[in-house]
């Protein structure tokens, strides 16, 4: 074989193995470009994976503090206007808003946020009223409503701006009532009381958020009693009875609350 066919032999072999090792040469870079990719994607998965986990793990501890931060001792404040319905006592006609044409409330609260939702707790109310007919000119007249008792609620958003609750109180309420009359040198005083059991204080409200600690909003209550007992006191003279017939009446009451937590 001359060295001229010997060339032409080689160019020839060059010729048909360049085209496959130049596909093989492209195979094998896509290849390794795709995995340099599919590597990099990977990565960027597997990063806004940790991304949205540590988020998540940082709202729910944020949660778990405010929950923590919202159970403890509170105080509340309220004040507001009521309304009677029903009859002191049964077998007449008499109704307690002849007597008593409303009540202005003066509440104090005091309990304890079992959870940030659940709070259990004790109140005492004192509401002057307001008498249904005007007192005589030479007399001074006077009445007045106290309850106290018990009572739960449930918060249904408690960690947001808005937060609507319920609840559900009983407890013990006592009606005093005073006239006083002077005259020719004298002073004629007639006192009465009557006192019974409050089975029910239906209670409703939406609290507005104010800050960290303070939420002011309105209220509602509805009360359902009965008075037991009644007693007189005249000339420095008592006398007490239990109520025959009794009767169910009870209070119609709404207006602001402020409650405090610490």
Known sequence: MTVHTFWKFSA????LIAPAAMADWRSDGNLKRNKVSSSDDD??????????SAQ?????????????????????????FGLPYGKAIGGTDTALGDTISGVIPLQLDAGYFLTSHLYLGGSFQYAPALLAEDCPEEASCSASVMRFGVNVAYHFSPLQKIDPWLGLGVGYEILKTGTSVSGSG??????????????????????????????????LTFTVGQYLSSSISSGGETRS??????????????????????
């Open 43 to 52: 990565r960027d998965t597997s990063s806004d994976s940790a991304s949205d």
């Open 186 to 219: 004298q002073t004629f005083e007639l006192n009465t009381t009557g006192s019974g059991l409050e089975f029910a204080a239906f209670q409703g409200g939406v609290d507005f958020r104010i800050n960290k600690a303070l939420v002011v909003g309105p209220f």
């Open 12 to 15: 020839l072999a060059l010729t």
């Open 56 to 80: 998540n793990d940082e709202e729910d501890a944020e949660t778990a503090r405010a929950e923590k931060e919202a159970r403890g001792f509170s105080l509340g404040l309220r004040a507001g």
């Open 241 to 262: 009875d239990d109520i025959e017939e009794k009767a169910i009446h009870g209070w119609l009451m709404g207006g602001v609350r402020a409650q405090v937590r610490f």
